[in-house]
């Protein structure tokens, strides 16, 4: 699959990383949608639509619900969704669950270039 053909759903509580995150995928790219919360995530990964998207590229810490609250529920219908995970935190219960889980983690701030690069070594 090129990134001309990937859709991706970004969640993001903070506009200006989403739209930073978005920009980035952009320029490789790739086809994104952005949301600012869990609870719309879902949504859109529930709705009509929600087959379309790809992968996932969500952050761990959000006001009300966090990413990994995001991936235990993605993963109840949509087992095999490739998830990225962003977060500025160093270490904590959360992070070592979700390596645990194999799922990649990229670490704030990155460049765009460390975002593709994990986006290709998750789906190769």
Same mark, same amino acid.
């Given at each position: 699959?090129?990134?001309?053909?990937?859709?991706?759903?970004?969640?993001?509580?903070?506009?200006?990383?989403?739209?930073?995150?978005?920009?980035?995928?952009?320029? =490789?790219? =790739?086809?994104?949608?952005?949301?600012?919360?869990?609870?719309?995530?879902?949504?859109?990964?529930?709705?009509?639509?929600?087959?379309?998207?790809?992968?996932?590229?969500?952050?761990?810490?959000?006001?009300?619900?966090?990413?990994?609250?995001? $991936?235990?529920?993605?993963?109840?219908?949509?087992?095999?969704?490739? +998830?990225?995970?962003?977060?500025?935190?160093?270490?904590?219960? %959360?992070?070592?669950?979700?390596?645990?889980?194999? $799922?990649? +983690?990229?670490?704030?701030?990155?460049?765009?270039?460390?975002?593709?690069?994990?986006?290709? %070594?998750?789906?190769?």
């Amino acid at each position: 699959m090129t990134s001309k053909t990937m859709k991706i759903l970004v969640v993001d509580d903070e506009p200006h990383q989403l739209d930073t995150v978005r920009r980035g995928l952009f320029l =490789y790219g =790739y086809d994104s949608e952005g949301v600012g919360d869990v609870n719309t995530a879902l949504t859109v990964l529930e709705g009509p639509d929600g087959d379309s998207f790809h992968l996932v590229l969500t952050d761990l810490t959000m006001p009300g619900n966090s990413g990994l609250n995001l $991936i235990k529920q993605a993963r109840k219908t949509r087992p095999t969704l490739p +998830i990225i995970v962003i977060t500025g935190l160093a270490a904590t219960d %959360e992070i070592e669950t979700i390596q645990q889980q194999g $799922i990649p +983690i990229l670490q704030k701030p990155f460049e765009p270039d460390d975002l593709h690069n994990a986006i290709c %070594e998750l789906l190769d």
